[in-house]
């Protein structure tokens, strides 16, 4: 079974920082895709980025960046120089080919001014 | 350019009166989800369409049903609603089933007096 571990339950972080919010995930697949998002206080899951297990480089989208660690198997989200919009919960997610789409528990950021 | 929409944003409900959640998207996507979340937890999925083809989980309360009658629609029917079904209630889209980004919309906060 795939499972995901996100090891931080909150984090906080001064604004204009860079943070690095931990996942790691379990699976005996060579096929899968990695997932982040954000879900703010209003409760919408909002994308940010996606990683495949073939994908050598890794994933980028803005501000955003994912340090994908197959051999640890590790899919870190990377935010620079955070804002304080970015205070939210965020939960990393795994999907084999054809199966759901498995969530962590969340990690909760809040940025400080 | 709203993607995926949830109506209404907020629904109050009594104990044991059905209540429906709607959902639209405009990416013209052949899957539709409904995922159930709780506070301070991951969403948790309880079923999919594949087009015209239903998928329930196999912990789905019976009490949950779902009907898409077009691919733009897909609608959650709480049949008889319990404190215990308070939650946001998340619809997402995805082009496919084979490992593609799922696209959520804002979510339905459903309250049970």
């Known amino acids: 079974a795939q499972k995901i571990t996100q090891t931080q339950p909150g984090m906080f972080v001064q604004e204009k920082e860079a943070v690095t919010l931990d996942c790691t995930y379990d699976t005996s697949d060579q096929s899968y895709g990695l997932f982040w998002y954000k879900q703010p206080s209003s409760g919408e899951m909002i994308f940010l980025i996606y990683q495949g297990s073939y994908d050598e480089q890794n994933a980028t989208e803005g501000r955003y960046s994912l340090n994908f660690q197959k051999a640890r198997k590790s899919a870190n989200l990377v935010i620079s120089a955070s804002q304080l919009g970015d205070s939210a919960m965020y939960f990393c997610a795994m999907r084999r080919w054809t199966q759901k789409l498995v969530f962590g528990q969340g990690t909760r950021l809040t940025i400080n001014p | 350019d709203a993607m995926v929409i949830q109506n209404p944003r907020y629904q109050v409900t009594q104990f044991g009166k059905p209540v429906t959640l709607s959902c639209s998207q405009t990416?013209?996507?052949?899957?539709m989800y409904w995922y159930q979340q709780k506070s301070s937890q991951a969403p948790k999925l309880l079923f999919h369409y594949y087009d015209k083809d239903f998928n329930n989980e196999a912990d789905t309360p019976d009490n949950f049903q779902s009907r898409r009658p077009n691919t733009s629609f897909c609608f959650l029917d709480i049949r008889s609603p319990g404190l215990g079904d308070a939650a946001m209630y998340l619809c997402a889209t995805s082009r496919d089933a084979s490992g593609e980004t799922q696209y959520f919309g804002p979510g339905t906060r459903l309250l049970v007096l």
């Open positions: 990416l013209n996507h052949n899957v």
